[in-house]
DNA sequence: GCTGGCGTTCCCGTCGGGGGCAATGTTTAC
DNA sequence: GTAAACATTGCCCCCGACGGGAACGCCAGC
């Protein structure tokens, strides 16, 4: 299939699919005109792509599972690269975690104070 | 005093404070010379982007502050819309810590899904 | 044979917060 | 007097993940 198609079959933009290849993660065989010529194994890849971006991925990180699909694993987590991403982003999500909960608690004392001195004591 | 002092008395950059100015954030009365003028209120409203910045506000969010500061009172937060602000921020940060929580269940059970797949059941 | 809708490459813009340089002027210390 | 350390404006660069649009090629239907 053409750019057009697996765009429109997966739900996003023939630009985010040249983005995607000149980053490396998306191959693209090329017809004789120049056309790019996609196939199923190509869709299984944007949308492994698309579902890590959904929960915050990084463009980049979702490459050990790209090469995980491309190395023939039925899934993209297959893999200890892909697994040891898993690991760290969920690091990388508790931490983050753990500092808005501080955030939230600073912003709220602050509103509070904020508040008080304005008379506003309900 | 000028730029360089007001920079290093702050633990910011010469370019950062001319990026404020920029923003509208900071002003800076000129000498004859031309270069930048600053005392003690400068500084203030330095600090005062700082603070907010460091917990997650952008810039433009620190405008109702400054303002604030420059309208005379003694804490950036002693106006209606500097409070205003406080309370967005507080409803995003509740926003995203619920979207985090979310997205950190969903990693923990793929790569508990991902490890049985790979017999890693300890 | 022409129009419309595909495709191609290329470059610019976003947004925040600057970095890094050049070319030039000023102040300060010795 | 001169060198170092500051200051000025202005310009282009970066990150991420594309979007917009130009200028052009290709192909199907009428």
Same mark, same amino acid.
């Not at 993660?25 to 190509?42: F, I, K, V």
């Not at 508790?94 to 004591?121: F, H, I, S, T």
């Given at each position: 299939? &053409? %750019?057009?198609?697996?765009?429109?079959? $997966?739900? *996003?933009? *023939?630009? !985010?699919?040249? +983005? +995607?290849?000149? &980053?490396?993660?998306? #191959?693209?065989? @090329? /017809? *004789?005109?120049? +056309? /790019?010529?996609?196939?199923?194994?190509?869709?299984?890849?944007? @949308?492994? %792509?698309? *579902?890590?971006?959904?929960?915050?991925?990084?463009?980049?990180?979702?490459?050990?599972?790209?090469? =995980?699909? @491309? $190395?023939?694993?039925?899934?993209?987590?297959? =893999?200890? #690269?892909? %697994? $040891?991403?898993? /690991?760290?982003? %969920?690091?990388?999500?508790? !931490? +983050?975690?753990?500092?808005?909960?501080?955030? &939230?608690?600073?912003? &709220? $004392?602050?509103? !509070?104070?904020?508040?008080?001195? @304005?008379?506003?004591?309900?």
């Amino acid at each position: 299939m &053409r %750019i057009g198609e697996l765009a429109s079959t $997966a739900g *996003t933009t *023939t630009k !985010a699919l040249r +983005y +995607y290849e000149e &980053r490396g993660l998306l #191959d693209a065989p @090329r /017809r *004789t005109n120049g +056309y /790019r010529d996609y196939d199923e194994s190509h869709l299984r890849v944007v @949308r492994e %792509i698309q *579902t890590l971006r959904e929960i915050g991925f990084a463009l980049e990180d979702t490459r050990p599972f790209v090469d =995980c699909l @491309r $190395a023939g694993y039925e899934e993209g987590d297959s =893999c200890p #690269d892909a %697994i $040891a991403v898993y /690991r760290r982003k %969920i690091a990388e999500v508790e !931490a +983050y975690l753990a500092q808005l909960n501080v955030v &939230r608690d600073e912003l &709220r $004392a602050k509103l !509070a104070d904020a508040r008080m001195r @304005r008379g506003e004591g309900n």
